[in-house]
């Protein structure tokens, strides 16, 4: 069973250009939740998603960040514009539709973000 | 204030000894609580659920105190593999998303 799959694993792009993340949750999960991570920083919450359905986006920017998370394929995570703040490492996880509170979350392995 | 908080630390920590820290969380609405394991540069992980009576996972005890909101975690016979940043993290009665302390580095040498 696979994990939480996160592609690209490295993203480099220059100032203004478009970035866009990707996250396939583990099977048998419809929940998905971003997280960015600065530089020497803990977690931050962006977004929760289920299947086509924005939950809590109270965490993301209000200008040039998207997220989604369609009915088919994996869930994608927009920034338009990056500018060189935007690098960090996105961290994306999944939960299944029941009640999470004993198992946590199962995080991706991360995109690394690197604007110049 | 944030809502979790952490020592950041680090911890230096002799192998084999016993090392301890805190997490104070300021939301009396947390009902839920864990704590994750971050190696550098990767993904954190689990390491373990904290239960209000404690809880105990081989070298790991957890331990919640609602009336004074904090949570500890207590490692013995501390090993060279458990050098990571800790993460406490809580999650409300409503709604699915975690948050996150900012971490307490621990560093165990020989």
């Known amino acids: 069973n696979a994990g939480v799959m996160q592609n690209p694993r490295h993203l480099v792009r220059r100032r203004g250009q478009e970035a866009r993340l990707r996250c396939s949750p583990m099977?048998?999960?419809?929940?998905v939740y971003w997280y960015r991570q600065l530089p020497e920083e803990g977690l931050k919450f962006m977004v929760y998603?289920?299947?086509?359905?924005?939950?809590?986006e109270s965490g993301m920017p209000k200008e040039r960040f998207s997220a989604e998370f369609p009915k088919e394929g994996p869930s994608i995570l927009r920034i338009q514009q990056v500018v060189r703040g935007d690098s960090a490492a996105y961290f994306c996880?999944?939960?299944?539709?029941?009640?999470?509170?004993?198992?946590?979350?199962?995080f991706g392995s991360g995109t690394r973000l690197t604007v110049v | 204030r944030k809502e979790v908080e952490q020592d950041p630390g680090p911890f230096n920590v002799p192998e084999g000894a016993t090392v301890a820290f805190n997490c104070t969380y300021s939301?009396?609405?947390?009902?839920?609580f864990f704590w994750y394991r971050q190696d550098c540069r990767k993904e954190p992980k689990l390491l373990m659920s904290?239960?209000?009576s404690g809880n105990e996972d081989g070298r790991f005890t957890a331990q919640l105190n609602r009336a004074s909101q904090y949570i500890s975690l207590l490692i013995r016979d501390s090993k060279l593999s458990d050098s990571a940043t800790y993460l406490c993290?809580?999650?409300?009665?409503?709604?699915?998303?975690?948050?996150f302390g900012g971490g307490t580095r621990v560093l165990v040498k020989p």
């Open positions: 996880a999944s939960s299944p539709p029941n009640r999470l509170d004993n198992y946590g979350y199962t």
């Open positions: 099977k048998g999960h419809s929940h």
């Open positions: 998603l289920q299947k086509e359905n924005i939950i809590d």
């Open positions: 939301n009396s609405a947390s009902q839920s």
């Open positions: 904290v239960y209000s």
């Open positions: 993290v809580a999650i409300k009665a409503a709604g699915n998303k975690l948050t």
